[in-house]
Protein backbone atom coordinates (compact mmCIF):
# COMPACT_ATOMS: atom_id res chain seq x y z
CA UNK A 1 0.00 0.00 0.00
CA UNK A 2 1.31 3.58 -0.86
CA UNK A 3 1.82 5.73 1.70
CA UNK A 4 3.10 9.17 1.86
CA UNK A 5 2.92 10.69 5.84
CA UNK A 6 4.19 14.44 5.92
CA UNK A 7 5.50 16.03 8.99
CA UNK A 8 7.19 19.45 10.19
CA UNK A 9 4.43 21.37 10.03
CA UNK A 10 3.32 24.24 12.77
CA UNK A 11 2.80 27.83 13.88
CA UNK A 12 5.98 30.08 12.46
CA UNK A 13 6.23 33.72 12.41
CA UNK A 14 6.87 35.57 9.39
CA UNK A 15 10.35 35.55 8.37
CA UNK A 16 10.89 32.75 9.57
CA UNK A 17 12.14 29.44 8.26
CA UNK A 18 10.44 25.65 8.40
CA UNK A 19 11.29 22.18 7.13
CA UNK A 20 8.74 19.65 5.99
CA UNK A 21 9.44 16.15 5.49
CA UNK A 22 7.59 13.37 3.89
CA UNK A 23 8.34 9.36 4.64
CA UNK A 24 7.35 7.15 1.42
CA UNK A 25 6.37 3.80 2.05
CA UNK A 26 4.71 0.90 -0.59
CA UNK A 27 6.66 1.91 -3.56
CA UNK A 28 10.31 2.33 -5.03
CA UNK A 29 10.20 6.02 -4.39
CA UNK A 30 13.90 6.12 -6.29
CA UNK A 31 11.67 5.50 -9.24
CA UNK A 32 9.15 8.59 -9.39
CA UNK A 33 9.06 12.40 -9.78
CA UNK A 34 7.42 13.74 -6.51
CA UNK A 35 5.46 17.32 -5.92
CA UNK A 36 4.63 19.68 -2.97
CA UNK A 37 1.06 21.46 -3.12
CA UNK A 38 -1.18 23.17 -0.75
CA UNK A 39 -4.41 24.26 -0.30
CA UNK A 40 -5.02 27.32 2.02
CA UNK A 41 -7.81 27.54 4.67
CA UNK A 42 -11.06 27.04 2.14
CA UNK A 43 -9.60 27.55 -0.78
CA UNK A 44 -8.48 25.58 -3.61
CA UNK A 45 -5.17 23.61 -5.15
CA UNK A 46 -1.72 25.24 -5.82
CA UNK A 47 0.98 23.32 -6.69
CA UNK A 48 4.33 24.60 -5.01
CA UNK A 49 7.60 22.21 -6.45
CA UNK A 50 8.08 19.24 -8.71
CA UNK A 51 11.32 17.17 -7.99
CA UNK A 52 12.25 14.49 -10.67
CA UNK A 53 13.14 10.74 -9.11
CA UNK A 54 16.44 11.75 -9.38
CA UNK A 55 16.63 15.19 -8.64
CA UNK A 56 17.50 16.07 -12.07
CA UNK A 57 14.75 18.42 -12.76
CA UNK A 58 13.28 21.02 -9.89
CA UNK A 59 10.57 23.28 -10.45
CA UNK A 60 8.89 26.02 -8.61
CA UNK A 61 5.94 28.20 -8.18
CA UNK A 62 6.35 31.86 -8.83
CA UNK A 63 4.91 32.09 -5.73
CA UNK A 64 7.87 30.52 -3.61
CA UNK A 65 11.02 30.68 -6.27
CA UNK A 66 13.63 31.86 -4.66
CA UNK A 67 12.28 31.17 -1.01
CA UNK A 68 11.65 27.34 -0.94
CA UNK A 69 13.65 24.10 -1.65
CA UNK A 70 12.85 21.05 -3.11
CA UNK A 71 15.22 17.78 -2.44
CA UNK A 72 15.09 14.00 -1.84
CA UNK A 73 17.13 11.54 0.06
CA UNK A 74 16.08 8.22 -1.99
CA UNK A 75 17.98 6.24 0.43
CA UNK A 76 15.84 7.30 3.58
CA UNK A 77 12.94 7.57 1.13
CA UNK A 78 12.38 10.86 1.93
CA UNK A 79 11.30 14.10 0.19
CA UNK A 80 11.48 17.64 2.07
CA UNK A 81 10.61 21.68 1.62
CA UNK A 82 12.41 23.47 2.72
CA UNK A 83 10.85 27.04 3.36
CA UNK A 84 12.67 30.14 4.51
CA UNK A 85 10.74 33.58 4.49
CA UNK A 86 7.66 32.95 5.40
CA UNK A 87 4.62 34.87 4.84
CA UNK A 88 1.29 34.78 6.25
CA UNK A 89 0.23 33.73 2.22
CA UNK A 90 2.05 30.58 2.73
CA UNK A 91 -0.61 29.28 5.18
CA UNK A 92 -1.73 26.07 3.87
CA UNK A 93 -1.70 22.49 4.37
CA UNK A 94 0.93 21.04 2.61
CA UNK A 95 0.33 17.66 0.98
CA UNK A 96 3.32 15.34 -0.63
CA UNK A 97 2.23 13.88 -3.53
CA UNK A 98 3.32 11.16 -6.31
CA UNK A 99 4.28 11.66 -10.02
CA UNK A 100 3.07 14.23 -12.96
CA UNK A 101 -0.62 12.56 -12.62
CA UNK A 102 -0.38 13.01 -8.73
CA UNK A 103 -1.77 9.53 -7.91
CA UNK A 104 -1.28 9.47 -4.24
CA UNK A 105 -1.29 12.01 -1.51
CA UNK A 106 -0.18 12.05 2.07
CA UNK A 107 -2.85 13.47 4.59
CA UNK A 108 -1.29 17.00 4.59
CA UNK A 109 0.33 18.82 7.03
CA UNK A 110 -0.45 22.39 8.51
CA UNK A 111 1.76 25.58 7.98
CA UNK A 112 0.69 28.93 9.64
CA UNK A 113 2.48 31.84 9.42
CA UNK A 114 1.41 34.26 12.01
CA UNK A 115 3.00 36.62 14.53
CA UNK B 1 0.89 30.27 -16.88
CA UNK B 2 -1.98 27.75 -18.65
CA UNK B 3 -5.42 29.19 -16.96
CA UNK B 4 -7.58 26.32 -16.38
CA UNK B 5 -11.29 27.83 -15.87
CA UNK B 6 -13.43 25.30 -14.51
CA UNK B 7 -17.49 25.54 -14.46
CA UNK B 8 -19.37 25.53 -12.45
CA UNK B 9 -18.61 26.97 -9.26
CA UNK B 10 -20.72 24.58 -7.52
CA UNK B 11 -23.71 22.66 -8.20
CA UNK B 12 -26.78 20.48 -6.74
CA UNK B 13 -27.78 17.68 -8.15
CA UNK B 14 -30.51 14.06 -7.00
CA UNK B 15 -29.11 11.20 -6.78
CA UNK B 16 -28.95 8.80 -10.15
CA UNK B 17 -28.41 12.30 -12.08
CA UNK B 18 -26.28 12.55 -14.42
CA UNK B 19 -23.63 16.10 -14.11
CA UNK B 20 -20.81 17.36 -16.19
CA UNK B 21 -18.09 19.67 -15.09
CA UNK B 22 -15.77 21.53 -17.47
CA UNK B 23 -12.71 22.67 -17.68
CA UNK B 24 -11.23 24.95 -20.41
CA UNK B 25 -7.41 25.53 -20.98
CA UNK B 26 -6.58 28.90 -22.06
CA UNK B 27 -4.47 26.77 -25.10
CA UNK B 28 -3.61 23.83 -26.04
CA UNK B 29 -2.60 20.97 -23.63
CA UNK B 30 -3.28 18.08 -25.97
CA UNK B 31 -4.21 15.05 -23.19
CA UNK B 32 -2.45 16.80 -20.33
CA UNK B 33 -5.25 16.70 -17.85
CA UNK B 34 -6.60 15.16 -14.69
CA UNK B 35 -9.35 15.39 -12.56
CA UNK B 36 -9.47 14.99 -9.01
CA UNK B 37 -12.32 14.83 -6.27
CA UNK B 38 -11.94 15.87 -2.91
CA UNK B 39 -14.28 14.86 0.20
CA UNK B 40 -15.15 16.82 3.14
CA UNK B 41 -11.59 16.81 5.09
CA UNK B 42 -9.92 14.43 3.41
CA UNK B 43 -6.64 14.60 0.56
CA UNK B 44 -7.76 14.62 -2.90
CA UNK B 45 -8.54 11.68 -5.02
CA UNK B 46 -7.08 10.93 -8.70
CA UNK B 47 -10.20 10.21 -10.72
CA UNK B 48 -8.75 11.02 -14.42
CA UNK B 49 -6.06 11.20 -16.05
CA UNK B 50 -4.70 11.58 -19.91
CA UNK B 51 -7.88 13.66 -20.12
CA UNK B 52 -10.09 10.13 -20.19
CA UNK B 53 -8.21 7.29 -18.34
CA UNK B 54 -10.12 6.25 -15.52
CA UNK B 55 -7.56 5.50 -12.50
CA UNK B 56 -7.09 2.57 -10.88
CA UNK B 57 -10.52 1.56 -7.98
CA UNK B 58 -12.31 4.40 -9.72
CA UNK B 59 -16.25 3.43 -10.60
CA UNK B 60 -17.11 3.03 -14.33
CA UNK B 61 -19.46 6.14 -13.87
CA UNK B 62 -16.97 8.44 -13.57
CA UNK B 63 -15.65 8.92 -17.17
CA UNK B 64 -13.50 12.41 -18.90
CA UNK B 65 -13.78 13.80 -22.37
CA UNK B 66 -11.98 16.37 -24.52
CA UNK B 67 -13.13 18.70 -27.58
CA UNK B 68 -10.45 21.02 -28.41
CA UNK B 69 -9.30 22.67 -25.29
CA UNK B 70 -12.63 21.79 -23.29
CA UNK B 71 -12.21 19.07 -21.05
CA UNK B 72 -15.19 17.43 -19.02
CA UNK B 73 -15.73 15.17 -16.49
CA UNK B 74 -19.38 13.71 -16.42
CA UNK B 75 -20.52 11.26 -13.27
CA UNK B 76 -23.63 8.77 -14.76
CA UNK B 77 -25.92 8.03 -12.13
CA UNK B 78 -24.81 9.63 -9.24
CA UNK B 79 -24.10 8.71 -5.42
CA UNK B 80 -24.85 10.09 -2.56
CA UNK B 81 -20.23 9.68 -1.67
CA UNK B 82 -19.71 11.40 -4.98
CA UNK B 83 -20.10 14.76 -2.89
CA UNK B 84 -17.29 16.58 -2.86
CA UNK B 85 -15.10 19.46 -4.46
CA UNK B 86 -13.58 18.56 -8.08
CA UNK B 87 -10.74 19.91 -9.64
CA UNK B 88 -8.91 19.26 -12.52
CA UNK B 89 -5.14 19.83 -13.38
CA UNK B 90 -3.20 20.60 -16.51
CA UNK B 91 -0.06 18.85 -16.32
CA UNK B 92 1.22 19.97 -20.23
CA UNK B 93 3.46 23.06 -19.13
CA UNK B 94 4.80 24.04 -15.96
CA UNK B 95 4.11 25.12 -13.76
CA UNK B 96 0.98 22.71 -13.62
CA UNK B 97 -2.02 24.81 -12.56
CA UNK B 98 -5.01 23.73 -11.02
CA UNK B 99 -8.87 25.16 -12.09
CA UNK B 100 -10.75 26.66 -9.15
CA UNK B 101 -12.88 23.88 -8.23
CA UNK B 102 -16.70 22.55 -8.54
CA UNK B 103 -18.65 22.03 -5.38
CA UNK B 104 -21.05 19.23 -5.64
CA UNK B 105 -23.68 18.70 -3.39
CA UNK B 106 -26.47 16.81 -3.87
CA UNK B 107 -30.17 16.92 -2.85
Given at each position: EVQLVESGGGLVQPGRSLKLSCVASGFTFSNYGMNWIRQAPGKGLEWVAYISSGSSYIYYAETVKGRFTISRDNAKNTLYLQMTSLRSEDTALYYCARRNWVDYWGQGVMVTVSS | DIQMTQSPASLSASPEEIVTITCQASQDIGNWLAWYQQKPGKSPQLL????TSLADG???RFSGSRSGTQYSLKISRLQVEDTGIYYCLQRYSNPPTFGGGTKLELK
Open positions: - | IYSAIPS
